[in-house]
């Protein structure tokens, strides 16, 4: 079977127009008086379902097979010479006379035929016309989702191509190169975290869901660094650096919340503002923020919630945020690494 023609979507909606059809040519039979053989009539009725089916599902083969190879009339053509076959071997092999109050058997054979392949033609076309714009439904669906998925593969090359001129020994071996020639010390110090900024931005870009705690507070130390040298109001601590050798936690969830806290920072950088970073019970990193005359408001932001949410897939120990005098405190959770 034509595996467009499995679709399930596609059966229902054949057997529900089969089933108005017939029920529409029920109610003509009726009202013409060929009630009075109520055997015949349901008998023959159930022949004109079947028929009926029959050229459904021959213009779903024909329309929707990608074996056949021809444009859309002569397919037409192939579907009516069959839906009119059909409609002549269900008549003259049923046991009921589908026109009882005037059998085809009266008139010529031609004219017989001409009556059933003209009943062919008829709902056999509705049925064409039908599948043929299911047809073009689909295919326009089929060639917007290929669109798309050109439109993504070549965002993707696009990504990986920049990924690529942006390679992390290119850029270290480059900020390298211009930390040598520098000749103020810190100077030197700068260009040197931001090269290992880069480093472990670049390093750690691939599909890697959890990262030692360790590189991660490396690269807090640079980027810290870096912040605290434009933000002389700025100052922080890290006391976490030897952390267990198995502890990870979700990539860029300890750099979402610091970059959360600096950003409420920026509103008021007049203020005196300093992050002490510590372990607590060996299985707890630990963010305290102090801020003597500035309130954080944290538990709704979208880098919070964001962190909260990557935990849930790992474990059941909240992300919590806890307010004291002064004080934000955002506690992480530790994970195993194996």
């Known amino acids: 079977m034509i595996k467009q023609f499995a679709n399930k979507h596609l059966l229902k909606l054949g057997v529900l127009l089969t089933l108005m059809f017939s029920f529409a040519v029920f109610d003509i039979r009726v009202s013409q008086g060929q009630d009075s053989d109520m055997v015949n009539l349901i008998g023959s009725h159930i022949i004109i379902t079947l028929s009926y089916f029959g050229f459904w599902v021959v213009n779903s083969i024909i329309i929707h097979s990608e074996k056949i190879k021809l444009n859309v009339w002569f397919k037409a053509l192939i579907a009516l010479f069959i839906n009119s076959v059909i409609a002549i071997v269900f008549y003259y092999l049923s046991p009921f006379e589908e026109y009882a109050m005037n059998p085809l058997s009266n008139f010529p054979l031609y004219i017989a035929w001409w009556r059933l392949m003209v009943k062919a033609f008829i709902f056999g076309g509705i049925f064409y ?19 798309a998925k050109k439109k993504k593969e070549k965002l993707q090359i696009e990504i990986e191509r920049y990924w690529q001129m942006l390679n992390p020994h290119f850029l270290f071996n480059a900020l390298s190169m211009i930390r040598a020639d520098a000749r103020d010390e810190s100077v030197k110090a700068d260009i040197a975290n931001l090269a290992k900024v880069y480093l472990h931005l670049l390093d750690n870009r691939s599909e890697t869901k959890l990262i030692a705690i360790e590189k991660v507070l490396v690269f807090l130390q640079n980027y ?115």
């Open 129 to 147: 016309l039908i599948q043929t714009l299911i047809r073009y439904n689909d295919r326009a669906q089929w060639l917007e989702l290929e669109i």
């Open 224 to 338: 810290l660094a870096l912040f605290s040298k434009s933000h002389p109001k700025f100052s922080y601590k890290i006391d976490a650096i030897h952390t267990p050798h198995t502890a990870s936690i979700p990539i860029f969830t300890l750099f979402m919340c610091i970059g959360c806290i600096l950003k409420q920072y920026m509103q008021s950088v007049e203020e005196p503002f300093f992050i002490h970073i510590y372990l607590q019970n060996v299985d707890t990193i630990v963010i305290d923020t102090i801020h003597p005359k500035t309130q954080l408001v944290l538990e709704n932001k979208p880098q919070i919630i964001k962190v909260q949410n990557e935990y849930l897939q790992y474990t059941a120990q909240p992300v919590s945020v806890v307010y004291n005098e002064g004080h934000t405190v955002v506690k992480l959770p530790l994970l195993s690494a194996s």
